[in-house]
């Protein structure tokens, strides 16, 4: 009997972790570190069309991103006013399981990054893992100075 509730009791406790959200933290650096234009972001996803990720955010200094889980690459397209640039992030996508209770999130790490340089000057990997942790800045974002 005692045995019994013990294995009842251990099966009730789930230890899932409270911030199961697995995205990347840009921060604007440099001379423009927040921007007078508006700025949206959209994705290409694995279906061919695009989603919008962040619509309009007016004042940005610093946004998060989710990253995909099933490619190897992300296409981000930023948009600021008029002016369109195209960034890819190169990662590798590792499986994170906890418990059945859970699921199953995908950490990643930073392999690569490439961008157009119409509006953006530079992008910098500051962290190259991305997990759980909403912390740490993963990207450092730098705009042409003249834009602005």
């Known amino acids: 009997m005692l045995f019994t509730m013990l294995v009842m009791a251990s099966c009730s406790s789930v230890d899932c972790p409270l911030n199961n959200t697995v995205s990347a933290n840009f921060q604007l650096e ?46 981000l397209f930023f948009q600021t006013g008029t002016i369109k640039d195209t960034v890819w992030i190169a990662k590798e996508n590792h499986p994170h399981f906890v418990s059945v209770d859970c699921g199953v999130n995908f950490f990643h790490t930073v392999t690569g990054i490439r961008y157009t340089r119409n509006a953006l000057d530079s992008i910098v990997i500051n962290q190259k893992e991305v997990t759980y942790d909403a912390l740490p800045t993963h990207f450092y974002v730098y705009f042409k100075e003249y834009r602005y």
């Open 30 to 75: 440099g001379n423009v570190t927040k921007l007078t234009d508006v700025l949206t972001i959209s994705t290409l996803l694995h279906n061919g069309n695009d989603s919008i990720l962040l619509n309009q955010l007016q004042s940005a200094q610093k946004f998060s991103l989710p990253m995909s889980y099933g490619q190897d690459e992300d296409v």
